[in-house]
């Protein structure tokens, strides 16, 4: 399985920024797409992630009614609207095999990172 993560950049606070990514290779039905993030001098923690069928979605709660993720066939896309400092982060995109076990980051695939910055 193969993950190309596009969409990040510089965007002000209180700006919005969408994230995509395109998986390829052997991909399941019952495989969760997602969305890792690591703050400077911080650990990789979970954003959100999406089953791909029947479509279940989870959300760190620090980012609940602000982000979006959803997917089209096996791109998944995150919106984020509302950032604000705190989400500067380098972005990385994951797939794994259970939906439920992607926030604990139990997850089989990375991509590569994209950068978020949010200026203030």
């Known amino acids: 399985v193969q993950l190309q993560a596009f969409g990040g950049g510089l965007v002000q606070a209180g700006g919005s920024l969408r994230l995509s990514c395109a998986a390829s290779?052997?991909?399941?039905?019952?495989?969760?797409l997602g969305w890792f993030r690591q703050p400077p001098g911080k650990e990789r923690e979970f954003v959100a992630g999406?089953?791909?069928?029947?479509?279940t979605t989870y959300y760190a709660d620090s980012v609940k009614g602000r982000f979006t993720i959803s997917r089209v066939n096996n791109t998944v896309y995150l919106q984020m609207n509302s950032l604000n400092a705190e989400d500067t982060a380098v972005f990385y995109c994951?797939?794994?095999?259970?939906?439920?076990?992607?926030?604990?980051?139990?997850?089989?695939?990375w991509g590569q990172g994209t950068q978020v910055t949010v200026s203030s």
């Open positions: 999406i089953r791909l069928s029947p479509g």
């Open positions: 290779g052997r991909i399941f039905s019952s495989y969760a």
């Open positions: 994951a797939a794994g095999a259970s939906i439920t076990a992607m926030p604990r980051g139990l997850v089989n695939y």
